[in-house]
């Protein structure tokens, strides 16, 4: 299997790394069988619900134990110290160590620009999510490069100083890429 990881930032911590290779060895063996069953269709295709849950799925294949889309208190996006009620998009607990994700997905990556604006919407909602919550957080942005044009503009991405971690998944000719940006505590 190659490589699935594309981008390390400075900082991560080793145990975050061997726990996100083995939920995207786990996410790239599911979208391959998915692939194949639904004739090249792709799980971040549909709708955010759908992109979140199948991550949820893979995290369980790697061995985790995974809550998606689940009700939350959350921090007021305005006001920090207000309660309000929410839903957090993905958890899940490692062995040891919780991770929770808000997610946003893109049907066009098509600059680099428009894919940091969209990643900081999602590190907007995780800035909502109350620190007991996990040990660690991220802002996660699932996109499927359609052409050359896109790939090229999600490597681009990739390799910027608005993503801490970058992995791609599924076909060559049609990648999904999964970009994160981790809060720090």
């Given at each position: 299997?190659?490589?699935?990881?594309?981008?390390?930032?400075?900082g991560?911590?080793?145990?975050?790394?061997?726990?996100w290779?083995?939920?995207?060895?786990?996410?790239?063996?599911?979208?391959?069988?998915?692939?194949?069953?639904?004739?090249?269709?792709?799980p971040?295709?549909?709708?955010?619900?759908?992109?979140?849950?199948?991550l949820?799925?893979?995290?369980?294949?790697?061995?985790?134990?995974?809550?998606?889309?689940?009700?939350?208190?959350?921090?007021?996006?305005?006001?920090?110290?207000?309660?309000?009620?929410?839903?957090?998009?993905?958890?899940?607990?490692?062995?040891?160590r919780?991770?929770?994700?808000?997610?946003k997905?893109?049907?066009?990556?098509?600059?680099?620009?428009?894919?940091?604006?969209?990643l900081?919407?999602?590190?907007?909602d995780?800035?909502?999510?109350?620190?007991?919550?996990?040990?660690?957080?991220?802002?996660?942005?699932?996109?499927?490069?359609?052409?050359?044009?896109?790939?090229?503009?999600c490597?681009?991405?990739?390799?910027?100083?608005?993503?801490?971690i970058?992995?791609?998944?599924?076909?060559?000719?049609?990648?999904?890429?999964?970009?994160?940006?981790?809060?720090?505590?």
């Amino acid at each position: 299997m190659s490589k699935l990881r594309i981008k390390t930032a400075d900082g991560p911590k080793e145990e975050i790394l061997a726990d996100w290779d083995a939920w995207m060895k786990a996410a790239s063996q599911l979208y391959r069988r998915f692939g194949r069953r639904l004739d090249g269709d792709s799980p971040f295709e549909y709708h955010e619900v759908a992109a979140v849950g199948f991550l949820a799925n893979a995290a369980a294949l790697a061995g985790f134990i995974p809550m998606n889309e689940y009700d939350v208190f959350k921090r007021g996006r305005d006001d920090k110290r207000t309660k309000v009620r929410g839903r957090a998009d993905l958890w899940f607990d490692a062995g040891g160590r919780c991770y929770s994700f808000e997610c946003k997905r893109t049907r066009r990556p098509v600059t680099p620009h428009y894919l940091g604006q969209r990643l900081g919407y999602a590190m907007g909602d995780v800035d909502c999510v109350r620190d007991d919550e996990y040990h660690h957080a991220a802002g996660c942005l699932l996109t499927v490069a359609r052409d050359s044009k896109r790939i090229a503009a999600c490597d681009q991405f990739a390799a910027s100083d608005d993503v801490d971690i970058a992995y791609r998944i599924g076909p060559k000719a049609k990648p999904a890429y999964l970009f994160f940006r981790l809060k720090e505590k």
